[in-house]
């Protein structure tokens, strides 16, 4: 039983603010190359680490458009750039995830703890306004909250947010 659900793009913000990163990281690199040519180890120094930056940015904008979360009969697998995670399906708490109301301030990002936090683009490690430590991959649309056993909670805005919680296997009862 392997399904994907489809993480949506970043918002249009998002996507203007990469975009504007990937090609200002760019320019500085070709400035760098221009403006410290007495200076060649520096020179040589200032352009990788910039280029490097600028090509981890790009690749991230490249890969928010394959991002996912993988069903499998064992276990989640969340794919997104830098932060994908695999979750065996017996540390989900499958019977507490849901849809997040658009009203949940409990589980809304606050504090960006490691990952990136753009407008319509927040991927990586957060704590919540409830004080919840969460792996989230949030653009537009449906997010779902998926508690696990681990000390953390999965926060995913998916396309067919309903449909994912309702294909979430149903765990035995442990009072048969």
Sequence with gaps: MLKTYYIPRAGSLGLAILIIIVLG????????????ADNLVGTIFGMSVTFAVAVLFAWFLLQQNRSSIIMDDDKLTLSVPWYGRKVALSDVLIEQARVLESGDEEWSLRWRTNGIGLPGYQVGWFRTKGGHRVLAARTQGDAVLIPTTKGYSLVVSLLDAHEFVEGLPIQPSDQD
């Excluded at 990281?25 to 410290?36: A, Q």
């Design 25 to 36: 990281l760019l320019i500085m690199t070709g400035w760098i190359f221009d403006h410290r």
